[in-house]
T-cell receptor, first 118, second 114 residues
Framework: GAVVSQHPSRVICKSGTSVKIECRSL??????MFWYRQFPKQSLMLMAT?????????EQGVEKDKFLINHASLTLSTLTVTSAHPEDSSFYIC??????????????FGPGTRLTVT | AQSVTQLGSHVSVSEGALVLLRCNYS??????LFWYVQYPNQGLQLLLK??????LVKGINGFEAEFKKSETSFHLTKPSAHMSDAAEYFC????????????FGAGTRLFVKA
C-alpha cells in the first residue's frame, strides 16, 4: 500500500514552454502533498506544500507564478513549470501524506520526474 | 524549526564491513526521524523511522538506527555491507509543528568496495 506515482518520469521541453508533472496517490487519500526539487548530487529542497482544495504554500525563494501547483483532489496534485528555462532542469519529486491520523507524520515518495529544458 | 546534519558526504567501506552513517538533528519539539535511500534517478525509499517508543529501530535490508536524545543523533548502521547497499542515504526530520514538513540532510554517498 501507500504508493505514489509521478507522470511523466522524464520530459524534455524547449525553453519558453510549460510542462506539467502529475503526482498521484494510488491507494490512499492524501490530505497533503509536497513538491521537492533535487539538483545533481544534492539533497531534496522543499518547494511547496499543497493541501487539497486550498492554495499551495511556497517555501521562501520559490516563485509561485513560475511553479504552479494544483491539488484538485485527494489523490492528485500537479506541478506546472511555466516558461521553462534551462536552469529549471532538475529532478522533481513529490510526496504525499495520508489522512490517517496515526500515519500523519509519514510521507510516501513518488519515483521522481527528470525535467530537461533545452 | 528543525534541521539535520549528516557528517560525511562520502563514506567508503569494504564489502562485509560495518556501515555507519552519521546524522545529528536539531528540533525544538520531539522529532520524528527517518532514513531514506536513493538509487540513481529514482525516488526515495524509506529504510526506517523513529516516532516514539523503542529508541533502537530496525529497518529494511538489515539497517538499524538508534535515537539518542542526549546526543541529538540518529546514526544508521548495518553490520555487514553488501555491494547493493551502494547508494545515497538521506537522514530527515519532521515534527507535528509546521505540518510535519520534512527537512532533509545533505545526504551521504555510500561506496562499497569488493
Amino acid at each position: 500500500g501507500a504508493v505514489v506515482s509521478q507522470h511523466p518520469s522524464r520530459v524534455i521541453c524547449k525553453s519558453g514552454t510549460s510542462v506539467k508533472i502529475e503526482c498521484r496517490s494510488l491507494d490512499f487519500q492524501a490530505t497533503t502533498m509536497f513538491w521537492y526539487r533535487q539538483f545533481p548530487k544534492q539533497s531534496l529542497m522543499l518547494m511547496a506544500t499543497s493541501n487539497e482544495g486550498s492554495k499551495a504554500t511556497y517555501e521562501q525563494g520559490v516563485e509561485k507564478d513560475k511553479f504552479l501547483i494544483n491539488h484538485a483532489s485527494l489523490t492528485l496534485s500537479t506541478l506546472t513549470v511555466t516558461s521553462a528555462h534551462p536552469e529549471d532542469s532538475s529532478f522533481y519529486i513529490c510526496s504525499a501524506k495520508t489522512r490517517h491520523p496515526q500515519s500523519s507524520y509519514e510521507q510516501y515518495f513518488g519515483p521522481g520526474t527528470r525535467l530537461t529544458v533545452t | 524549526a528543525q534541521s539535520v546534519t549528516q557528517l560525511g558526504s562520502h563514506v567508503s567501506v569494504s564489502e562485509g564491513a560495518l556501515v555507519l552513517l552519521r546524522c545529528n538533528y536539531s528540533s525544538s519539539v520531539p522529532p520524528y526521524l527517518f532514513w531514506y535511500v536513493q538509487y540513481p534517478n529514482q525516488g526515495l525509499q524509506l529504510l526506517l523511522k523513529y516516532t516514539t517508543g523503542a529508541t533502537l529501530v530496525k529497518g529494511i535490508n538489515g539497517f538499524e538506527a538508534e535515537f539518542k536524545k542526549s546526543e541529538t543523533s540518529f546514526h544508521l548502521t548495518k553490520p555487514s555491507a553488501h555491494m547493493s547497499d551502494a547508494a545515497e542515504y538521506f537522514c530527515a526530520v519532521s515534527a507535528h509543528t509546521g505540518g510535519f514538513k520534512t527537512i532533509f540532510g545533505a545526504g551521504t554517498r555510500l561506496f562499497v568496495k569488493a
